[in-house]
């Protein structure tokens, strides 16, 4: 995996998470659920690179 596509990905978790949290104290649902759903996006993400360093081993 490459160092940028990881730093990519840990910064869509974290800014996601962000949102998620604001979402819920601003009591915006849909800002809380986008913030899921860009935690869970730059999840997969990474766990879609783990999958390809596996093969390119």
Do not use: C, P, W, Y
Request: proline fraction near 0%; charge should be positive; aromatic fraction near 2%.
């Amino acid at each position: 995996m490459s160092a940028i596509d990881k730093v990519k990905n840990a910064a869509q978790e974290a800014a996601g998470k962000v949102k998620e949290a604001v979402g819920e104290k601003s009591g915006n649902r849909d800002l809380q659920a986008e913030g899921q759903r860009d935690q869970v996006a730059g999840d997969l993400k990474q766990r879609g690179e783990h999958v390809k360093d596996a093969f390119t081993r």
